[in-house]
């Protein structure tokens, strides 16, 4: 700040030399810093609703995504006891068609 008003000094006034600067900090009446605390806790309530929401929408999300998984692999699996069942009938209707050719043949 002293080099910004030396610089104007110098350009607009010439012989006229800053030594120091010195700011004080404002008294803020203490309505405005209540509002201003408020509006600061409000921002932070939404920030804090807004991840909320998001954590909530990841968690749908892996949930509906582990529900998939769990029916494929249910299917999969039912997929595998149906080929199973018909192997195993397969063998039966070939065990039953040769005992049946044996008797024919006696």
Do not use: H, W
Request: net charge neutral; hydrophobic share 40%.
């Amino acid at each position: 700040m002293k080099d910004a008003l030396q610089g104007d000094c110098t350009r607009y006034a010439p012989g006229i030399e800053i030594m120091s600067v010195r700011v004080t900090k404002p008294i803020i009446p203490e309505s405005i810093r209540r509002n201003f605390e408020q509006m600061a806790e409000e921002r932070t309530k939404v920030v804090i609703a807004i991840e909320r929401l998001k954590v909530v929408e990841k968690e749908v999300e892996i949930n509906i995504k582990k529900a998939i998984s769990e029916a494929e692999k249910s299917a999969n699996v039912s997929k595998i006891l149906m080929k199973q069942q018909e192997i195993e009938n397969q063998m039966y209707m070939a065990r039953e068609k040769s005992l049946a050719d044996t008797d024919f043949y006696r």
